[in-house]
């Protein structure tokens, strides 16, 4: 047991070191951010790891999971790996529409999987358009580890099922 936890430790800060020189931040050309049919742009909490979320405050760390490898992401991120989402088990509006809409957006920046929840039951606006609060967690490949992006967005749908705008509530 303790030669494992070393060697896990060794391997954590060999791969932190070079984790940074293998995988160049990733930046959109001219024109790319607003390419999706809703031309809505993705959050940073849930984008890929950039110099815009360690602007933010954001903590990462990069850590060794057994049966799964070098995983980057917060803390709170990589606590649940492995775990399926808590949320909760009611019928959703926004839900669907949601996870395409992220998928559509992370996919072309390395996302491999998605998960999304609901967490509160959808509420119906003036417009007509519905919103919930919707758990979702990306995992993106890179170089010698995966990244794991964890936040909750607020989904807003029109009536026909289409996305109004997806956000996070801060």
Wanted: hydrophobic letters at 45%.
């Amino acid at each position: 047991m303790i030669r494992r936890a070393i060697l896990s430790g060794v391997l954590t800060a060999f791969a932190s070191s070079i984790y940074f020189l293998l995988d160049p931040p990733i930046t959109l050309a001219a024109g790319e951010a607003n390419s999706s049919a809703a031309t809505w742009q993705m959050p940073w909490q849930i984008s890929p790891i950039s110099p815009v979320s360690e602007a933010s405050g954001e903590k990462t760390v990069l850590s060794f999971v057994w049966g799964t490898g070098f995983v980057k992401g917060t803390p709170e991120a990589l606590a649940s790996i492995g775990r399926p989402l808590a949320g909760s088990p009611i019928p959703s509006r926004t839900l669907d529409t949601c996870r395409t809409t992220v998928w559509s957006e992370a996919s072309k920046v390395g996302a491999k999987d998605i998960e999304a929840v609901p967490v509160a039951a959808d509420k119906q606006d003036r417009k007509g358009h519905y919103f919930a609060p919707v758990l979702m967690r990306v995992t993106y490949v890179r170089p010698l580890a995966l990244e794991v992006r964890q936040s909750m967005l607020i989904c807003v749908v029109d009536r026909s099922g289409s996305i109004v705008d997806a956000y996070t509530p801060e």
